[in-house]
């Protein structure tokens, strides 16, 4: 009888053993599936439109204009932009700062995710760049802005913040792994979407899909 209780009784150790183990695996299975997610992690920032395209047989060139439509930090639309290049390989400069890898694992509410800034958009032509501007350094960006907040109080905010992405002291003060300029470009044709996101474990990307034939040929307010 004895030896049937103690028997019992190491079977439950055993059984409760494994249980927590299981568990415990299981719940660090969980946390690195966030943390992968977290470092593939992606949001949708600007999509653009080529909403006019006309070929100069003169001039031999194509003049392409774009609908350039940025979002907030809460994915509401800004007001939209237009830019009109001789070309039609257009790349947009932007500002990426990541921070350290340790707070994007853990989903920190501020350096969870890299930040980004549009700085210009621009096209390299066989004699001169045409550049138009998005956001200047040392303003509020566009997308950042936060309206009722008094004015000075938010540029002097980002004066000190483009102090601390561009100069590698302070950066490191603030856990800023790096920032640098980025600029990633593609052709733009009508009949396409091009979406730009960031990658909050990396950097920039323009991803591309066709225009839903419903909305082909309409003019849509």
């Given amino acids: 009888m004895k030896v049937a209780k103690l028997f019992f009784s190491f079977l439950l150790i055993f059984i409760c053993l494994a249980l927590f183990l299981w568990v415990r695996q299981h719940t660090e299975n969980r946390r690195l599936e966030k943390i992968i997610q977290r470092l593939t992690a992606d949001s949708r920032i600007a999509q653009v439109v080529v909403t006019n395209s006309e070929k100069n047989q003169e001039k031999g060139k194509t003049y392409t204009t774009i609908k350039f439509l940025e979002y907030d930090t809460k994915l509401k639309p800004l007001a939209p932009k237009y830019f009109t290049f001789s070309g039609n390989i257009i ?7 990541r921070f350290d890898d340790f707070y994007i ?11 980004y ?32 907040l008094e004015n000075t109080f938010q540029e002097k905010l980002w004066q000190r913040f483009w102090d601390y992405a561009l100069n590698p002291d302070e950066a490191a003060r603030a ?33 591309s899909q066709p225009i839903p034939e419903i909305l082909r040929g309409e003019k849509i307010k």
């Fill in 91 to 97: 790349q947009f400069q932007s500002m990426v700062i």
């Fill in 105 to 115: 694992k853990r989903g920190h509410p501020l350096k969870g995710k890299s930040a």
């Fill in 117 to 148: 800034l549009f700085m210009k958009a621009f096209s390299l032509g066989d004699e001169r760049a045409e550049i138009f501007e998005i956001n200047k350094i040392n303003e509020v960006p566009s997308g950042y802005r936060i309206e009722g």
């Fill in 175 to 207: 856990n800023i792994k790096n920032a640098q300029i980025e600029a990633p470009g593609t052709k733009f044709i009508p009949g396409i979407i091009y979406t730009i996101k960031i990658e909050h474990g990396g950097g920039l990307r323009i991803d």
